[in-house]
Structure formats: structure tokens, C-alpha cells
T-cell receptor, first 111, second 116 residues
Framework: DQQVKQNSPSLSVQEGRISILNCDYTNSMFDYFLWYKKYPAEGPTFLISISSIKDKNEDGRFTVFLNKSAKHLSLHIVPSQPGDSAVYFCAAEGGAQKLVFGQGTRLTINP | DAGVIQSPRHEVTEMGQEVTLRCKPISGHDYLFWYRQTMMRGLELLIYFNNNVPIDDSGMPEDRFSAKMPNASFSTLKIQPSEPRDSAVYFC??????????????FGPGTRLLVL
């Protein structure tokens, strides 16, 4: 039972354009959401997060949007840069310090 | 700080052998997590500890898997006997509880396990 789903295994975007990564969840008890970024042969690193009391959080080129009614969140990267090419994991936390991760989306930024 | 340290980085073993993965969390962190990454299921939480005590091991796939944290600076994940379907990348992560919401988890570089 996959409580956090990233339905797009991969995404290809041209440099300078917007990248939009999507994530859906099923558990309405989740109250905190995070995005992690992972380069090959490295561990995931924290990118940005959002609490369920907000619907948007912005940090530089990265913005996360949360739609609680649809149980959907998205990560926007504007403008996309070659260094953004990585695997992005969506995660949700619903208490007890546990994070539930999605399968990941491989983002490729083309020059 | 050196970050979360994992060893070995790569492990190739034969079916039936015992495998031990090691992790040194960031000094001062009170939570330690073991994850497994596969293509199909992404990052799965196997077990996590708080102040060296196992809190939730519901993600451990079978009795063949066991984890220990004998002190605040060391943890092991053991698979005995190993099977080909255990082949995956295993990550260790640590975090410091911030009081109101879990702080960011810091991941190690992972151990890539191949069971032949």
C-alpha cells in the first residue's frame, strides 16, 4: 500500500523552463511534507518542506504547493538549471517521526 | 561534522551469506533511520531508533533482517541469510528532534548491496 505516490518516473525539461514534479498521498493524517533531492552515488538531501497549515512555501527557485483537498503536492523549479538534474523524492510525515517516501522522479534538464 | 558515515559502500555476496551494514550517525542526533531503496518501491523505512532504542521496526521485511544500536554513535543492519531479492541500496539517516516537528533527516551515502 503506497501512501505516497509519484506517478511520473521521469521528467525531461529544457534549461531555463519550469520543472513541475507531482506527488499524491492517501493518508489524511499526514501534516508535514518534504522534498528531497538525490544525486547518483549520494544520499538524498533535504530541499524544501511545507506544513499542512500552509498551501505554499517558497525558497529561491523552489516552490512547493500543497492542495489538501486533493491530497496533492507539487514542486516547481524556476528557472531549471542543469545542476537540478537528479532524482526527487516526495515525503510525508504524520507523527511518530516517521517519513513515508514516494518512488522518486528522475528529472533531466536539457541544455 | 563528517555527516552520516556508512560502510561498506559496496557489498557483493552470495545467497545464504550473512551481510552486516554499518552506520555512524551525526554526533548529537537522537534519531537514526534505516531505509532501503528499490526501483519499484522507492525509499522504504525499515526501522528507526530514538536514543538507541528501536521505536518502530514494522518495515523490516522478514526475520532475516535485524538491526541494533549499541550506542549513540553506531548502528548495524544485518541480513542473515541474504537472498538475491535483498539486492538494493541501503541508507542510514539521522536527525535531531526539534521539539515541535521532526528536523530534517540527514542521509549517508548508502551501501549498494548485490546478492548473487
Amino acid at each position: 500500500d503506497q501512501q505516497v505516490k509519484q506517478n511520473s518516473p521521469s521528467l525531461s525539461v529544457q534549461e531555463g523552463r519550469i520543472s513541475i514534479l507531482n506527488c499524491d498521498y492517501t493518508n489524511s493524517m499526514f501534516d508535514y511534507f518534504l522534498w528531497y533531492k538525490k544525486y547518483p552515488a549520494e544520499g538524498p538531501t533535504f530541499l524544501i518542506s511545507i506544513s499542512s497549515i500552509k498551501d505554499k512555501n517558497e525558497d529561491g527557485r523552489f516552490t512547493v504547493f500543497l492542495n489538501k483537498s486533493a491530497k496533492h503536492l507539487s514542486l516547481h523549479i524556476v528557472p531549471s538549471q542543469p545542476g537540478d538534474s537528479a532524482v526527487y523524492f516526495c515525503a510525508a510525515e504524520g507523527g511518530a517521526q516517521k517519513l513515508v517516501f514516494g518512488q522518486g522522479t528522475r528529472l533531466t534538464i536539457n541544455p | 561534522d563528517a555527516g552520516v558515515i556508512q560502510s561498506p559502500r559496496h557489498e557483493v555476496t552470495e545467497m545464504g551469506q550473512e551481510v552486516t551494514l554499518r552506520c555512524k550517525p551525526i554526533s548529537g542526533h537522537d534519531y537514526l533511520f534505516w531505509y532501503r531503496q528499490t526501483m519499484m518501491r522507492g525509499l522504504e523505512l525499515l526501522i528507526y531508533f530514538n536514543n538507541n532504542v528501536p521505536i518502530d521496526d514494522s518495515g523490516m521485511p522478514e526475520d532475516r533482517f535485524s538491526a541494533k544500536m549499541p550506542n549513540a554513535s553506531f548502528s548495524t543492519l544485518k541480513i542473515q541469510p541474504s537472498e538475491p531479492r535483498d539486492s538494493a541500496v541501503y541508507f542510514c539517516a539521522s536527525s535531531l528532534y526539534g521539539g515541535t516537528k521532526q528536523e530534517t533527516q540527514y542521509f549517508g551515502p548508502g551501501t549498494r548491496l548485490l546478492v548473487l
